[in-house]
């Protein structure tokens, strides 16, 4: 299952991102699919998931800025970032996990998109 993710870029604080993330291959499901963040020097955490239930949980510092969301048919999820601070300045990874075609459980990562948050 492969994993690949579109958007990013350069922003002014205060300014607003979008980012999008497609999985595709041997699907059989996806129980849950989201975004990490990693800023040099620092771990990766977590900015937004959602599972094939309906819940969804975001990190601490992005609540009430971020949203994420997901069209299940597309195998896509979205994250609208607003209010954006350079604090927010990282390379941002999609996630997805499930079953593929075989039965077998699959936890995928996409290559990474750089956010950069600057005057």
């Known amino acids: 299952v492969q994993v690949v993710e579109s958007g990013g870029g350069l922003v002014q604080p205060g300014g607003s991102l979008s980012l999008s993330c497609t999985a595709s291959?041997?699907?059989?499901?996806?129980?849950?699919m989201g975004w990490y963040r990693q800023a040099p020097g620092k771990q990766r955490e977590l900015v937004a998931f959602?599972?094939?239930?309906?819940?969804?949980d975001y990190g601490d510092s992005v609540k009430g800025r971020f949203t994420i969301s997901r069209v299940n048919a597309m195998n896509t999820v979205y994250l609208q970032m607003n209010s954006l601070k350079p604090e927010d300045t990282a390379a941002y990874y999609c996630n997805a996990r499930g079953y593929d075609t075989n039965r077998k459980t699959y936890d995928s990562w996409g290559q990474g998109t750089q956010v950069t948050v600057a005057a």
């Open positions: 291959g041997s699907i059989l499901n996806i129980i849950g």
């Open positions: 959602t599972t094939r239930g309906g819940n969804i």
